[in-house]
């Protein structure tokens, strides 16, 4: 691809990735309270609720909370332009980390009971699903013969039947970004009310507003990360079809599920969903796959 | 109306606090939430932090005890907001009206900009008073 | 011009370490101790400028003489003083061991020179042997070991002060003190430029000692105890170092020239594994690599530019430049996977033990652990990227590390205490301090800074070893988490603290703190930006040299660093990424009419306040804390397994040696 095709989509995604968001969210909600008996707020509220927050007058609790909630935004949207820029998978990652990193730093930043709990159990989220993204960009480099997602394109075959091992285990990382149920103890994407909602405890108007849309953004990347199974050897759609799917086990998952402790969630990202990627990887390594 | 009044009559989020009430017009609220009514269809939700609400939804009396508490949660919540009364405990005092450590309606404490009457209030009632405090957000 | 350079980087200071010993005026030593560090800097980047490498030096073969009864000389030091100890506080484990581990070091070493070796002293030829390895080695010591000597300047006039107050101290110790600091330096030179084993020894021992010094210097018990413990643990290695020589001249090799062993080891015959496994022993126990760490923990009782000292230029970095370099020698054998696994496991264990521990030094120390871990894992892995990252790891590493400390030292002037619980809000009393610090820790952690862009050179270069990269891979991603939590939790107690009414003031600015600090922040800020110049200039030639392909390791361009398996687009992402956090940290304030009291179920008083309405009206502070998980990742708990992981991994490292 050219550097004006990248730059482009690059722009294209910066653009994009957020209506995505807000609209799946929108479909979320309409989809859970369906499942619960219920209509449903219409399929565009996100953009109300992230319109009207943008319109409260700002108000904030301490020190450097601020910085962290525009830098967590920003940092997103740098990871993403990095992805459509078909950079280093694990540059991506990198930058999506750091991103996702000033929400619990701004949330400790507040000298709050709640807003503490929050960031710490947003650490030990963090702590239970940095290292399965990590480790599945290996396999997929492995196959690809290279890091960047270039490379990715450039392999000609979709990796799924091959990697669906690794697959399975970005579906755990999947549900603790998004927040859903068994995994959303830091904060949950809908508005359980759980330790007055975490993380984000101390955020309010326009600052919370900066975080659901960083959300979205971090949403989708995270979505077209495991659409990346299936992008090329023809049939380049159903890397769509997988992201959604992918997307629609989450909503199940969050509705037949509770939430549970933070020790039982670090047992099992880190026991099922990185023994899932390293047992590829050594697949891979022996040649079996 | 622009995006933005559009967007602050579509998506109210409720902060609910109970003064002292007997519980009754509680129920009532809670039961708005069910699926019955399911005022998420209205993208109302019900916040546990007045940080994140909109709309401030009170019960039961003003008193000493805790007159101090509303005011602060008040104060807390991020303007534009609105704040409704539910019950006539609420509203006046109610039965309550002459105790020693009942100070009266809730608007001898915070602003208030819709007051629901009933013992209890009904549901559709309360949904009536959210639509009615929206009116006044909608202006700011 | 060499002769002269070698002098002044080995012999300096020395000599005004000696100077110092003499001289009581404080003002005095100041200048003695500005100048060596001036005198060892300029040096050092003369050093750099000189070529072509590598540059093989033999000097007077009377320094063989002066070195070989030096070399006794501290032996015998550490014996008399572990006698003295016995003598004084009665027998301990740690006395006993120190005498027991001298003479174990000493005698085989007395036997191979006296006895076995042709001629007495055994010369090599060349002594010395620099390489960029050596010279990178020799600018980080000379660099920022000197500027934390400038900085011990302030730092010990206000720490023996604060003892006086206390009534712990009568008549100042510093002149021990900065005799030590500078012997250090000056060892630590030696010991990166020797190509003779006996030399190479000798600067060994003569780091030992001026680190036994070093965290003794406060004489508190636990201070002395520590100090045999560091002592006991670093003699294991010169146990292993001792062995290594007599193998080496015993077998069809027949030489203690460190550059042939390297070479030609495999002419060693079927054991030459062993001699390095043995190498590797000194590095990993002088590393505090597990099960060896408890030295290191033990070392924070010393004063804190001494603990700057040993964790970024000098000691520990001996271990893993001692590692590093005798890398080819074992490259594609099964000792060298397993040193990687080693590596690996050492990162993960001290990066989760790291999370509960409250003390700031400690929680700095397990983390130089942990990089270290990762260094060997580079070396373990062995291949032209992993080689590259390693040497990469090591720069970054010595400066954040550096920095890290005297922030802690300087934080710990200011609030007089070392717990992180303590530390709590002081964004808002320290602002420069506290923002010099946090843009310390995110250049461990985040991604513009070089130590991430050799955390992911590390992760492509581990991916490429066949079967145990897997076993590699898994431990390196699961520390690299746990690195997160313990840094993040720590930033965050630092900024934690309510809206300020009115303005913030700064601090006052002194210059030997806060002037070397930003010196300090710049230079790993600048060499992230310049990655790809440092790495042509420095990186590759040292690769070149020590028989890598410097273009199997990275590739570079204008902006980017590439690796065969990806890239990092450092400008871009640099610029980004500063633009991203610099524009909302410099402007994103909010007016002070928007200030409220965090939440606290609407108990809370009044805006600024600390405090909520508890039972029975009464105003109750507000407290707030890190976690610390103790009783799950607790060092009594986690040590149970870590230990004997450890042992068990080195037994194996030996008996993969010896088949």
């Known amino acids: ?289 | 109306m622009g995006i933005l009044s559009t967007s602050r009559v579509k998506s109210p989020w409720l902060l609910h606090f109970d003064c002292g009430s007997c519980n009754g017009c509680d129920i009532e609220i809670l039961a708005a939430l069910t699926p019955l009514y399911d005022i998420e269809r209205f993208g109302i939700v019900n916040m546990g932090n007045p940080k994140h609400a909109d709309v401030l939804l009170v019960t039961g009396p003003a008193n000493y005890r805790n007159y101090r508490v509303l005011r602060n949660l008040y104060e807390q919540m991020p303007d534009p907001k609105g704040v409704i009364v539910v019950g006539t405990c609420g509203c006046t005092g109610g039965v309550f009206h002459n105790c020693p450590n009942i100070i009266g309606g809730i608007d001898k404490v915070i602003p208030v900009d819709v007051y629901v009457p009933g013992c209890a209030a009904r549901p559709e009632a309360i949904i009536d008073g959210v639509v009615l405090a929206l009116k006044k957000l909608s202006r700011s | 011009m060499i002769g002269t350079l070698v002098g002044l980087a080995i012999l300096f200071p020395i000599i005004t370490g000696l100077i110092c010993l003499l001289i009581k005026n404080h003002r005095a030593r100041g200048g003695i101790v500005s100048l060596t560090a001036v005198v060892l800097i300029i040096s050092s980047i003369l050093f750099l400028r000189q070529g072509p490498f590598p540059i093989e030096y033999s000097s007077a073969s009377t320094w063989d003489s002066v070195i070989l009864v030096f070399n006794y000389v501290i032996l015998a030091i550490f014996l008399f003083v572990a006698i003295r100890d016995i003598g004084q506080r009665g027998i301990s484990r740690h006395n006993i061991l120190a005498i027991a581990l001298t003479l174990a070091a000493g005698i085989p070493l007395a036997i191979f020179e006296f006895s076995w070796a042709p001629h007495t002293p055994l010369e090599v030829t060349p002594a010395l042997y620099i390489d960029h390895l050596s010279i990178i080695m020799c600018l980080i010591i000379s660099i920022i070991g000197s500027l934390i000597c400038v900085y011990a300047i302030r730092y010990m006039r206000d720490h023996e002060e604060h003892r006086m107050h206390l009534g712990e101290l009568k008549e100042t110790t510093q002149p021990r003190f900065f005799f030590f600091m500078l012997m250090f330096l000056g060892a630590m030179n030696g010991l990166v430029f020797a190509n003779n084993l006996l030399w190479l020894g000798f600067f060994w021992e003569m780091t030992t000692l001026a680190c036994w010094g070093l965290i003794r210097h406060d004489e508190t018990p636990i201070a002395i105890t520590n100090a045999f413990r560091a002592l006991w643990m670093c003699l294991i290695g010169s146990v292993g170092f001792s062995l290594a020589i007599m193998f080496l001249w015993n077998s069809s090799l027949n030489t203690i020239s460190l550059m042939e062993v390297i070479n030609n080891g495999a002419a060693a015959g079927p054991l030459f594994l062993l001699p390095f496994a043995l190498l590797c022993l000194a590095g990993l126990t002088k590393a505090a690599q597990l099960p060896f760490q408890s030295w290191l923990l033990g070392a924070m009782v010393a004063p804190t530019p001494v603990s700057a000292l040993l964790h970024s230029s000098t000691m520990v970095k001996a271990g893993v430049y001692l590692v590093l370099r005798i890398a080819p020698g074992f490259q594609g054998t099964h000792l060298s996977t397993l040193i990687a696994i080693y590596g690996g496991a050492v990162f993960l264990a001290t990066a989760i033990l790291a999370i509960s521990q409250s003390e700031a030094k400690k929680v700095l120390a397990y983390s130089t652990i942990g990089n270290l871990g990762l260094i060997i894992l580079c070396a373990g892995i062995n291949t032209p990227l992993a080689i590259a990252v390693g040497i990469m790891l090591l720069i970054f590493h010595a400066i954040s590390k550096g920095l890290l400390f005297l922030c802690a030292g300087a934080i710990e002037h200011h609030i007089w205490s070392r717990n992180i619980e303590d530390m709590e809000g002081i964004a808002r009393n320290l602002p420069l301090l506290t923002g010099i610090t946090i843009a310390g820790m995110l250049s461990m952690l985040v991604a513009p800074f070089g130590v991430l862009i050799a955390k992911w050179g590390a992760m492509e270069a581990a991916s490429s070893i066949g079967v145990w990269s897997t076993l590699v891979l898994v431990l390196l991603m699961l520390g690299s988490g746990a690195t997160t939590v313990f840094w993040a939790k720590w930033i965050g107690r630092f900024l934690c603290h309510s809206p300020v009414p009115g303005s913030s003031k700064m601090e006052p600015f002194i210059p030997l703190y806060h002037g070397i600090l930003l010196m300090l922040i710049t230079f790993a800020a600048v060499f992230s930006i310049l990655i790809a110049p440092v790495y042509n200039s420095i990186v590759a030639p040292a690769l070149t040299e020590t028989g890598y392909t410097a273009a199997l390791a990275f590739t570079t361009g204008a902006w980017f660093l590439k690796s065969p398996m990806g890239i990092f687009a450092a400008w871009p992402i640099f610029i980004i990424i500063t633009l991203a956090l610099l524009i909302p940290a410099l402007t994103a304030r909010a007016k002070p009419e928007a200030s409220r009291s965090s939440y606290m179920c609407g108990e809370n008083v009044e805006i600024g306040v600390d405090e909520f309405v508890a039972v029975a009206d009464e105003r109750t502070g507000l407290k707030t804390g890190g976690f610390y998980i103790e009783n799950i990742l607790g060092e009594g708990n986690l040590n149970r397994f870590v230990v004997p992981v450890g042992i068990v991994l080195l037994v194996i490292l030996f008996v993969v040696a010896m088949i």
């Open chain 1, 1 to 289: 691809m050219s550097t004006g095709c990248l730059i482009g989509s690059a722009v294209i995604a910066v653009i994009v990735a957020p209506w995505i968001g807000g609209l799946l969210r929108g479909i979320d909600r309409k989809l859970t309270a369906h499942m619960q008996g219920r209509i449903g707020p219409p399929i565009i509220q996100p953009f109300y609720d992230v319109i009207k927050l943008f319109g409260k007058k700002p108000m904030v609790a301490g020190g450097a909370q601020l910085a962290f909630a525009y830098a967590y935004l920003a940092l997103i949207i740098t990871a993403t332009v990095f992805f459509a820029l078909r950079q280093d998978l694990l540059v991506v990652l990198f930058i999506l980390f750091f991103g996702s990193l000033c929400l619990p730093i701004g949330a400790l930043s507040v000298k709050s009971p709640y807003s503490q709990f929050g960031g710490h159990r947003e650490l030990l989220q963090f702590l239970a699903y940095e290292p399965i993204l990590l480790l599945a960009a290996i396999p997929i480099a492995l196959k690809s013969g290279g890091f960047t997602i270039a490379n990715i394109f450039e392999y000609g075959q979709p990796l799924l039947p091959h990697l669906w091992i690794t697959f399975i285990a970005l579906l755990i990382a999947l549900a603790i970004v998004m927040r859903k149920s068994p995994f959303d103890i830091s904060s949950s994407e809908h508005a359980h009310q759980e330790l007055v909602r975490g993380v984000v405890t101390e955020y309010s108007g326009p600052y919370l507003a900066l975080i659901e849309l960083g959300h979205w953004y971090e949403m989708v990347l995270l979505l077209s990360i495991l659409g990346l199974f299936w992008v090329t050897g023809g049939l380049w759609w159903l890397s769509i079809i997988i992201a959604l799917a992918s997307w629609f086990i989450m909503l199940i998952v969050d509705n037949i599920n509770a939430r549970l402790t933070w020790s039982w969630m670090l047992k099992f990202a880190w026991g099922a969903g990185i023994s899932l990627v390293a047992l590829n990887i050594l697949f891979i390594n022996l040649g079996w796959m």
